[in-house]
């Protein structure tokens, strides 16, 4: 089964500045998508941003954008110009394109505190 | 749309005692999916369905658990006997193509 490493538990950033949040995965196929997914604290599962494998450029979403670097298996999330409300866990997710049945595979989890 | 909904959205429950959460999925999805987050081992895959027919219970923990999806706009997942250990929040999610929609999850807890 793939697997969806974050390594980073629990992460701060100040309100408006940057900060980059890092997913690694591991699979032996060459087409997937890849997930943001935001957790605030009331609970609530948010889709952030997708990135398809077979699309070189960089998912954007607003204030939020991705680094996908398909060689090194890396996906990692950039939120710019942070808010207090950004503050939640966020879930990096894979799903294979050749999956019938939409399976996806969650990391741990990474949090995010947003000081003012 | 309304979206995935799920009820209860808290349940305290006595050990030993049956649970039942409940899920709406968004209409025309195909798929729904039962996950169990917990902060040990986070988001856990119980079971999906594919119109309505369970395809994968292999993350069941224990024949304690059960999964029902008896049309397409309905779907329980069934605890007896509950056991402290099943304390976590119980998320649904419905999907169409590639994302997925969650519920806001039930947070469950056995005392």
């Known amino acids: 089964a793939q697997t969806v490493t974050q390594s980073q538990p629990e992460m701060s950033v100040q309100e408006a500045e940057t900060v980059t949040l890092s997913c690694t995965y591991d699979?032996?196929?060459?087409?997937?998508?890849l997930f943001w997914y935001k957790q605030p604290p009331s609970r609530q599962m948010i889709l952030v941003i997708r990135?398809?494998?077979?699309?070189?450029q960089n998912a954007t979403e607003n204030r939020f954008s991705v680094n996908f670097q398909k060689a090194a298996k890396s996906f990692s999330l950039k939120i710019s110009d942070s808010q207090l409300g950004d503050a939640a866990m966020y879930f990096c997710?894979?799903?294979?394109?050749?999956?019938?049945?939409?399976?996806?595979?969650f990391g741990s989890g990474t949090k995010l505190n947003v000081k003012p | 749309d309304a979206g995935v909904i799920q009820s209860p959205r808290h349940e305290v429950t006595e050990m030993g005692q049956e649970v039942t959460l409940r899920c709406k999925p968004i209409?025309?999805?195909?798929?729904l999916f039962w996950y169990r987050q917990t902060m040990m081992r986070g988001l856990e895959l119980l079971i999906y369905?594919?119109?309505?027919?369970?395809?994968?219970d292999s993350g069941m923990p224990e024949d304690r658990f059960s999964a029902k999806m008896p049309n397409a706009s309905f779907s329980t997942l069934k605890i007896q006997p509950s056991e402290p250990r099943d304390s976590a929040v119980y998320f649904c999610?419905?999907?169409?193509?590639?994302?997925?929609?969650f519920g806001s999850g039930t947070r469950l807890t056995v005392v």
């Open positions: 999610a419905s999907s169409l193509g590639t994302g997925y929609t």
């Open positions: 209409s025309g999805h195909d798929y």
């Open positions: 997710a894979y799903r294979s394109a050749s999956d019938n049945f939409n399976k996806f595979y």
């Open positions: 369905f594919n119109n309505n027919v369970p395809i994968d």
């Open positions: 990135q398809e494998a077979y699309k070189q």
């Open positions: 699979t032996s196929e060459s087409d997937y998508y």
